[in-house]
């Protein structure tokens, strides 16, 4: 499982062949990286130079160093990391919340045969029902407060995890299940000897998918109800036609997903591809 | 010697929409301890059916088992299963697969530990205990699943199709390997498979079922006159070529 990964790093050169071909992977790697870094520095740079020269009205699209400036603004009146903190908690709590209850339900759902059978179509419908929608219910029925906006979150994650997590515990070869019946054993055995472990994986990645929906369930559960956060701050950024606090929460929330998901993905190679 | 395993009459009906399945009638047969039985059959005469019903994992529509004079109404510590692949859990080290009978039986006490690092020791896995089955061979990989069947100490061994999995090479090898372990322990065996050479090779007695419902069609003993038989010289002694046409005959197999 993991020694396919273990191949990609280079070893040391066994011939001028082989040392020739280790540089050419990495001039290509290097290609890639500065390619990669010339895209984003020009990009800024077109940008804050159009804006510098009024070829598009700053006021409008904002620019770089104004984006730069808001950021030591927010920090100097002390709310920048307040905002940053709550919309990361709600995130976190959003997608851990998703992925345990999912998990949770999707154990019932294939502890009973029946009850699986009976919500299937409801599963059907509320998975291609844009949980969006809920959002009014849940804010008159829990308030407008960080509850709903987890709720919110919970909405988005939950049934995704459930039928990716039920998928992955039906995947599971039946005489692994058989094995555990052979030795004499019990449905709960089968469960924790067999269906947790060998969905662990599956369960690691649903938390890779919950991450980047929980963004979508905070930010708009935000931009609904909350009175902090990244999401309220683009929103209010937008209200009072202020495009610089509006890009400056985007580029932060860009910078927070990427750094939650790289977490998550560390945490998945910490755990399941180097068991103990 | 003592019959370990009786079979009385035993029939097995499927129902599913499209109608019954008569996958297994009237099947009689007395397995003695010690001895190594072996059955063949056309695919889909229910061979596998047979050994599911022995190990008490689905009851027969009609007729009963004995094992040791008991009729079986479940799965028993009695009986061992060994499975087409290994199954090996992947999670798991070698040691942490070969406890899991163990685990599951509730069992594990300094005894069966130390059971356990015997045939760990004995059978050549004991430097590998620590290691994850993706880093073990075909064959050891089916040792492996062989001893975390003997750990619960089981009387009668079954095996389904328990090498189909394994290349023809590596196959010869376990064979000869498993077969020496299952001597070794003193333990009844009864091997479904597909392959007339495997069957004669390893058993005492082989066993011909007939085409769906299945049923004893005839039962060979192999009397294969050498001092210390192992699956490979059988292979090479005169008389397995005789047995091997009489059950290809007898199994009547048609392209």
Redesign the interface.
């Known amino acids: 499982m993991s020694n396919t990964k273990l191949e990609l790093t280079p070893g040391p050169a066994t011939s001028p062949e082989h040392e020739a071909f280790l540089r050419s992977v990495r001039m290509e790697k290097i290609k890639v990286r500065v390619t990669q870094i010339l895209i984003l520095v020009i990009a800024f740079g077109l940008w804050e130079i159009c804006a510098q020269l009024r070829i598009v009205d700053p006021f409008i699209t904002s620019q770089p160093s104004r984006v730069i400036q808001t950021i030591f603004t927010l920090h100097q009146e002390g709310v920048l990391f307040h905002h940053i903190a709550v919309t990361c908690v709600e995130t976190i709590i959003g997608f851990l919340l998703g992925t345990i209850l999912g998990t949770i339900i999707a154990v019932f759902l294939w502890w009973s045969e029946f009850i699986s059978k009976v919500a299937e179509p409801y599963l059907v419908i509320l998975n291609s029902l844009p949980k969006i929608a809920l959002g009014p219910i849940f804010i008159v029925w829990i308030g407008a407060g960080p509850a709903a906006i987890i709720v919110m979150t919970l909405a988005i994650s939950l049934i995704v995890t459930i039928l990716e997590v039920l998928n992955g515990f039906i995947a599971i070869d039946k005489e692994k299940i058989k094995l555990v019946h052979i030795f004499g054993g019990s449905k709960t055995q089968v469960l924790r000897k067999v269906l947790l472990p060998a969905s662990f994986p599956t369960i690691v990645n649903a938390l890779k998918i919950n991450v980047g929906l929980s963004w979508v369930g905070v930010i708009v559960g935000e931009f609904l109800v909350s009175k902090a956060g990244l999401g309220y701050l683009i929103v209010y950024g937008g209200q009072v036609f202020r495009l610089d606090l509006v890009m400056t929460s985007v580029f932060i929330l860009g910078i927070a997903a990427a750094v939650m998901y790289q977490g998550v993905v560390l945490f998945e190679k910490i755990v399941v591809k180097n068991p103990k | 010697m003592k019959k370990i395993v009786q079979i009385q009459n035993l029939g097995m009906k499927y129902q599913s929409l499209n109608g019954e399945i008569n996958a297994l009638t009237k099947i009689n047969l007395d397995i003695h301890e010690g001895e190594f039985v072996s059955i063949v059959g056309p695919s889909g005469c229910g061979k596998s059916t047979l050994l599911s019903i022995i190990?008490g994992?689905i009851k027969p529509t009609e007729g009963r088992v004995l094992v040791d004079g008991e009729t079986v109404s479940?799965?028993?510590?009695k009986?061992?299963?060994m499975?087409?692949?290994d199954?090996l859990?992947?999670?798991?080290t070698i040691q942490g697969n070969i406890r899991?009978?163990l685990?599951?039986?509730k069992n594990i006490t300094p005894d069966t530990k130390a059971y356990m690092e015997h045939l760990l020791q004995t059978y050549g896995l004991f430097e590998f205990r620590h290691k994850?089955p993706?880093q073990l061979s075909g064959g050891m990989r089916q040792r492996a699943a062989l001893i975390r069947t003997l750990v619960?100490n089981p009387q009668i061994l079954l095996l389904d199709e328990a090498f189909s999995a394994l290349d023809y090479q590596t196959r010869l090898a376990v064979n000869e390997d498993i077969y020496s372990i299952i001597k070794k322990e003193n333990k009844t065996a009864i091997m479904v498979t597909h392959d007339i050479a495997e069957s004669i090779s390893m058993a005492d007695r082989v066993v011909v079922l007939s085409r769906r419902p299945g049923t004893i069609k005839e039962i060979y003993s192999i009397e294969i006159d050498i001092e210390e038989r192992t699956p490979l010289s059988s292979r090479e002694a005169p008389e397995f070529q005789f047995y091997f046409q009489e059950i290809w005959k007898e199994l009547d197999v048609h392209v």
């Open positions: 190990s994992l479940g799965t028993s510590r009986i061992g299963y499975l087409q692949k199954h859990f992947e999670w798991r899991l009978g685990e599951i039986q994850y993706s619960t």
